[in-house]
């Protein structure tokens, strides 16, 4: 398995990106909980976080919404022809690639240091098996009543036997969210005493 801060390099990093795979449909109560918990938990260390989010709808808009009211950076790979557009504020980019949805969804996990699954179907499997592919470590939090659900059954370990990155199921947001601070070395309530230095 390629660890993160190898897969980076040795330059020194003031921020990491996250991608986020989530449904573009209306979600439920649970997922917008899980939404709405996950960003809580990474508030104290959003100049630290930056999010990638492939468009401002369904589940995505939701992660959005809260997102940049917390002060966050959130940055949109949108594709041809969005089915709405994000809003122009401070803490936000919007990136206009009038590409194909899995065309953008290839800039979307490239761009991204750790990919996070917060729920979805085709487009959401599609995003976990290209941040296996380009050895993007993936957290997935499971139970959504979603399609990637069923990626713990087929990949309870890995997808193949050359072990490109790890993956990493979870229960909530909460876990998601502590499991990313996990794996860049940022201090959280419940977890070690590393300290963030800003770099690799």
């Known amino acids: 398995m390629i660890g993160l801060n190898s897969s980076l390099g ?9 991608g986020i795979a989530a449904v573009s449909e209306i979600p439920s109560s649970r997922l917008s909980d899980i939404a709405k918990e996950f960003v ?6 959003k100049e ?6 492939g468009g401002y709808w369904g589940l995505m808009k939701t992660i959005a919404i809260n997102a940049l009211n917390h002060g966050f950076h959130v ?6 022809e969005p089915a709405e557009e994000p809003p122009r504020r401070k803490n936000s980019t919007i990136i206009r690639t009038e590409l194909g949805y899995k065309t953008r969804s290839i800039i979307l996990v490239k761009t991204s240091d750790i990919l996070v699954c917060l729920g979805g179907r085709i487009g959401s499997i599609i995003e976990v ?3 296996y592919s380009f050895e993007k470590p993936t957290i997935i ?18 997808i193949d036997e050359r072990r490109l990155a790890k993956l990493y ?10 499991k990313i601070l996990e794996l860049i070395n940022i201090v959280g309530p419940t ?3 590393k300290s963030f230095t800003g770099t690799g």
């Open 169 to 178: 199921y979870v229960e909530n947001g909460v876990e998601a969210a502590r």
């Open 48 to 53: 630290k976080i930056k999010f990638v989010l």
């Open 191 to 193: 977890l070690s005493h």
């Open 10 to 18: 040795k330059a020194a990093i003031e921020h990491y990106y996250i």
């Open 40 to 45: 809580e938990t990474l508030s104290p260390y």
């Open 75 to 80: 940055i949109f790979i949108l594709p041809e």
């Open 141 to 158: 939090v499971k139970n959504t009543g979603l399609d990637t659900d069923n990626l713990i059954k087929a990949f309870p370990t890995t």
């Open 129 to 131: 098996m290209l941040a």
